[in-house]
């Protein structure tokens, strides 16, 4: 069993800053995409940022120059580093994370429980 776990989120004022942190721990040989979703009230999940295995970025228009995706691959943890945030960025964040349990498997998708980031004007 693979379990993803969010930290970091909480309550800040527009023009802060906060960074997630989520870790993949359990039976894991590697893990290839590990993307960053995020949900608001009424809103459908969308993708906020994505890195590879081999340090290939994505990010939404939404956050683009704001939002910073890193990786440590030995510790199996992806980051979101948000600056400069915005109200609209108001939303429960989740990780997500394409994992490969064996050499010979394909990989298995797995997402964390979320974190909430709320951002006051």
């Known amino acids: 069993q693979v379990q993803l776990v969010e930290s970091g989120g909480g309550l800040v004022q527009a023009g802060g800053s906060l960074r997630l942190s989520c870790a993949a721990s359990?039976?894991?040989?590697?893990?290839?995409?590990m993307v960053w979703y995020r949900q608001a009230p009424g809103k459908q999940r969308a993708l906020v940022a994505a890195i590879t295995s081999g340090g290939t970025i994505n990010y939404a228009d939404s956050v683009k120059g704001r939002f910073t995706i890193s990786r440590d691959n030995a510790k199996n943890t992806v980051y979101l580093q948000m600056n400069s945030l915005k109200p609209e960025d108001t939303a429960v964040y989740y990780c997500y994370a394409e994992v490969r349990r064996t050499y010979y498997s394909g990989t298995i998708a797995y997402w964390g429980q979320g974190t909430q980031v709320t951002v006051s004007s």
């Open positions: 359990g039976s894991i040989f590697s893990i290839n995409d």
